[in-house]
């Protein structure tokens, strides 16, 4: 699941207050200011922040207020948002351009603020991590507004995503007990391997005369959900055939047009909340018939399957929730909802930029290819065990987040002041670590634009903290994304199917990335997946 961790708007002392206002206000109640001095701390000069500020204070150690963070200037209640405006200026839709611009003038933190909501963005990693080592047992990152307003209208609960405190601690450990054993799943690599078969099947039939699979989005789209229905139902959807249920296809539609309609509504003035626009008339319709279908699904489980599966058989993740006695009816369906609203429009891109990467570098594709020729060679059946000896794919997998890390920054709100590269940061302020930009700086990654699985690979030796920074991609400490171990089993047993079936070839113009929710292709791509035999 991605988040857009700006423009989730407060506006305070109005009746739409949002929020985020709401976070900041839960994360500043009740503790204690503390004393803040870090020895280790760099400047943006590159001295340690105690001998930059020892220097001009007669040796009295001081980290210097949040007000000096550099940052662009903005007016009043609107902050930036007429630079967004501007022709030539950043644009909302590529703010992941914007940090890494904003970085390269403010250097590794600045704080900007648009339309009244302060972010203070961190290029630093090493600066970062301080966020990553201090924050508690309830971490709270900005939520999806208009998802998180939907629900509070409705009375549905807020689910994994939205909720914070006690709340969410109880759904992510009923949730965690499946999603993040290993051996739970792995239980789905069979079933995902079918899924990744019947995928290479639409595709090689989806070709035109130019070998190009047009709507390939939308086809990767049903993908994503097919195997994640794996998971949750333990059934199969049956998106991916060539009549597929109505009911699973109204599914699909709904949730495209959910995603379609969240960023506008994300990203411009909450009106919806004052009167029901007809953009959020559309976004509620989608969302009732997402939560409806959600539920026909669960029901369809409830009545087909014990809670307890039966000897021999494994449980889906419907069945587990549903065993849950800490968890209410409502709790259950609302976690469900939202394991199958994350788990399709973030792990459908990573995996159209999978596709786009390879097509553009043939020398890894034939590396790809005999890897899982020496691994898999005919006929041999891809389990999770065959998966660990495939250290290219998962390279190739890392290396293509890197350049395309589909949700560009990290979120948190803070219960404490925290200093970060010299400067004091109060709790409750938003905080973000640059990840695309991190990700494309030479300080961190030599040759940053190459596409490189090379640089991930054990004889390499890439040094392990810079190692570890892919890991951010997924965010991070108890909130880290629950859903990672399915959507890397996944993705690498697709990336083999694909492999082991075509060679891709692109041959129209490079394809630039703009955020729709999560960073996506800008336009369709097309790609030639032409048959190996
Ligand atoms: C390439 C695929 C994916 C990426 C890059 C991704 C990324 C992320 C990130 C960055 C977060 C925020 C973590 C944090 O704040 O520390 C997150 C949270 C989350 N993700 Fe994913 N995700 C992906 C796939 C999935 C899948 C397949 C599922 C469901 C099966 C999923 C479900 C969730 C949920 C429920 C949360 C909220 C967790 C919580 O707050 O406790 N994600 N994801």
Same mark, same amino acid.
């Given at each position: ?6 423009? $989730? ?8 207050l ?21 020895p ?13 500020t ?5 040796n ?12 662009p200037k ?15 200026g950043?644009?909302?839709? #590529? ?23 302060s ?7 090493? *600066? ?25 209208q ?50 090689? *039939?989806?070709?035109? #005369? +130019? ?13 994503? $959900? ?35 309609? $969240? ?9 919806? #909340?004052?009167?029901?626009?007809s ?29 307890k ?10 069945q ?83 350049l395309?890390p ?10 404490? +002041? ?29 040759d ?14 890439? +040094?392990? +903290? ?24 996944e993705?690498?047993?697709? $990336? ?38």
């Open positions: 699941m991605a988040f857009n961790h700006i423009f $989730m708007r407060s506006f305070p002392g109005k009746k739409f949002s929020t985020q206002t709401d976070i900041a206000n839960h994360v500043t109640s009740g503790v204690e200011k503390q004393a803040i001095l870090c280790f701390a760099t400047t943006g000069n590159g001295k340690n922040h105690r001998e930059a020892t220097e001009a204070n007669n009295v150690p001081l980290v210097q207020p949040f007000e000096s963070i550099p940052g903005g007016l009043p209640i609107i902050g930036t948002l007429f630079d967004y405006m501007k022709k030539d950043p644009k909302i839709n #590529k703010l992941f351009e914007a940090y890494r611009q904003r970085s390269n003038e403010f250097g590794p933190i600045y704080k900007e603020t648009i339309a009244s909501l972010t203070v963005v961190v290029s630093d990693p090493v *600066e970062y991590n301080k966020v990553i080592r201090i924050e508690g047992k309830y971490p709270v990152r900005s939520v999806m507004e208009p998802w998180h307003y939907y629900r509070k409705k009375n549905v609960g807020q689910g994994l995503v939205n909720s914070n405190g006690p709340e969410w601690y109880k759904l992510r450990t009923a949730s965690a007990k499946k999603m993040l054993k290993i051996q739970e799943v792995s239980e789905y690599c069979t079933d995902m391997s079918e899924v990744a078969e019947d995928f290479t099947q639409v595709l090689l *039939e989806r070709r035109n #005369k +130019d070998n190009e699979v047009v709507g390939l989005k939308e086809e990767v789209f049903k993908w994503a $959900m097919e195997s994640m229905g794996t998971f949750l139902f333990d059934s199969r959807i049956g998106l991916l055939g060539l009549n597929p249920p109505q009911q699973s296809v109204d599914f699909i539609q709904n949730l495209q047009g959910f995603f379609r309609l $969240m960023s506008p509504l994300t990203f411009n003035f909450p009106f919806y #909340k004052l009167f029901p626009t953009e959020w008339r559309h976004f509620q319709s989608y969302a009732d018939n997402v939560f409806r279908i959600g539920r026909s699904f669960v029901d369809k489980i409830n009545e087909e399957k014990p809670i599966p039966q000897r021999g058989e494994k449980s889906s993740f419907v587990h929730i549903r065993s849950q006695e800490s968890l209410s009816e409502n709790e259950a369906l609302s976690t469900v909802v939202d394991l199958l609203v994350g788990a399709t429009e973030t792990t459908s891109n990573a995996c159209l930029w999978v596709i786009y990467c390879l097509a553009r570098h043939p020398e890894v594709q034939e590396k790809l290819y005999n890897e899982t020729a020496k691994v898999l060679p005919t006929g041999e059946k891809l389990t999770a065990d065959k998966l660990l000896q495939l250290p290219y794919v998962k390279a190739v997998f890392k290396e293509t987040l890197r395309y589909i949700t560009f920054s990290t979120s948190r709100y803070m219960d404490k +002041d925290i200093e970060i590269a010299g400067y004091n940061v109060p709790k409750g302020i938003h905080i973000q670590c640059n990840l695309y930009g991190v990700y494309r700086d030479s300080q961190y990654f030599p940053p634009e190459t596409f490189k699985p090379e640089r991930w690979l054990k004889e390499n030796q890439m +040094d392990k +903290d810079k190692k570890a920074l892919s890991n951010l991609v997924w965010g991070h400490g108890a909130r880290m994304c629950i859903g990672r171990r399915l959507a890397e089993q993705i690498h047993i697709l $990336m083999t199917k694909i492999i082991q079936k075509f060679r891709l070839e692109y041959h129209h113009e490079p394809v630039e990335a703009i955020l729709k929710t999560v960073m996506t292709p800008e336009q369709p791509l097309l790609i030639s997946f032409i048959p190996r035999d």
